[in-house]
Structures are given as C-alpha cells and as structure tokens.
C-alpha cells in the first residue's frame, strides 16, 4: 500500500486538478450544446467523476481516507442516478418516440 500512495504522490497535485478540470468543462460543454438526453445524461456523470478524481486525489495528497469516503457516496449517489434517469428516459421515448428534450415541452399538455 504504500508503493501506491508514493507512486500517486510521485504526480504533482496540479496535474490532477487541470485533469479534473479538462474532464469538468467537457461534461458542462456537453449539457450545453447537446440536445440528445443520453448526452445530456453522460456528460453530468462526467462531471461527477472529475469531482471524485479530485476528491481521491486530495485525499492520498493530505492522508486523510475522508475524500475517499466522499467518492464512495457519490458514486452511490451516481448508481441511483442511472438507475432512476435511465427509466425516466425510456418512459419519454415510449411517449414521444424521441430523447431529444425539445421534444419534451409537448408532454406539457
């Protein structure tokens, strides 16, 4: 074990945080542009595991296992995610025979 943490140490902590950050920006890009809800789906949990990445790196960084506990939650957190968006999604595709969200504003009537 402590192979790993010298081997994880060995990278500087500002490799890992402009990493997040690449991975970040890319999951907002995507909410943005994207029109299509598995898109849309996919680049939230993309922004959610760029924060774990951060969360576990500062946790090795400092020593201390309470952003890893964090990562562990928010990956429980992600799973309940999935499990309830990916239904919400077919249900929209049953209804409306799309997953484009502009198509969304006839399920107001």
Same mark, same amino acid.
Request: charged residues 10%.
């Given at each position: ?53 951060? &969360? !576990? *790196?500062?946790? =090795?960084?400092? %020593?201390? @296992? ?10 429980? &957190? !992600? *799973?309940?995610? =999935?499990?309830? %968006?990916? @239904? ?22």
């Amino acid at each position: 074990m402590e192979t790993l943490t010298h081997n994880i140490q060995a990278i500087p902590l500002n490799h890992y945080i402009l990493l997040s950050s690449i991975i970040f920006s890319i999951g907002v890009i995507g909410v943005l542009i994207r029109r299509n809800a598995i898109v849309i789906f996919m680049s939230v949990e993309l922004m959610l595991n760029s924060v774990n990445l951060l &969360l !576990a *790196a500062f946790s =090795v960084y400092r %020593g201390d @296992a309470t952003g890893q506990v964090f990562v562990f939650f928010i990956m429980a &957190l !992600a *799973a309940a995610e =999935v499990a309830v %968006g990916l @239904a919400i999604i077919v249900m929209i595709y049953r209804n409306t025979n799309s997953i484009d969200i502009n198509v969304l504003n006839r399920l107001k009537w």
